[in-house]
């Protein structure tokens, strides 16, 4: 059912609203805090938009409310801020500011399903990499990506940005300890270099959870321990190590290839 937002105008950066999106957009965990989660950009907007989801505010260049595109994707939120273009510059981490902005409730830490395909982030350090997993994760078929305590925060305008839009298609856990995985009732697999058999030479358990570790120190001692599997990705170029985004998909490329293999798909 559509609907009719209220509309309002925001012209100083002083702003009470304009202070707290200035807090979101500074500070990657500040979501934690107040409770709402800022996300920038048309694309990741339009990806909101399309799946239908709830969002609290909309906010939009006075340029920008002149596209009929753009006001359509901006209508979708219960209101709307207008802002001078010069204003939303100010804002942006963008090097070419976006004219759109959504600012949606974040419910706090959910609840682990425990039965769902899974991605366990063991202290992954870097947004970029972080948003890279998310969008593998999505791509070929899990549902849920788990971060453990010291990753780097799932909702912060950084992971957002490299996530394209996947978080909108996934049940996000974050802040778990390492003993929350025992909840899981399907396997957990890692990936080593120097484990015996490789990744395609295994039949793979479905469903499961990848487990990927810190960029520098891999999967903690005590995470490895409850991995069923460990295997190797090879690597005939003869690099030390993947990237550890780049290991996570072709891992669950893997799974997701021997998955149409035994329903008989191409």
Known sequence: MSHTPQVKAISSRDNPLWVRLRKLNADPGAYRKLGVVWIEGEHLCSACAQRGLAVALAVITESGWE?????QVASIAASVAVVPDALMAMLSALESPSPIGFVRNWGGAAELHTDAPSVVLDRLQDAGNVGTILRSA??????????????????????????????????LVEGLDETALAALTLPLLATSSHAVRALHEVALPWPCAWVMGHEGQ?????????????????QPGGEESLNVAV???????????????????R
């Open 218 to 234: 891999g999967v903690s001692e005590a995470l490895m321990g409850r991995c069923t599997q460990s295997l190797r990705i090879p």
């Open 138 to 171: 999505a791509a070929f078929g899990f549902t849920q990506v788990l971060a453990l305590k010291g990753t780097a925060a799932l909702w912060s305008p950084k992971v957002l940005r490299a996530g394209m839009g996947a978080h909108f298609g996934l049940h």
């Open 67 to 71: 596209v009929p595109a753009l006001r």
């Open 247 to 265: 290991a996570l998909a072709v891992c669950c490329y893997e799974s997701a290839r021997q998955r149409a293999v035994t329903r008989g798909e």
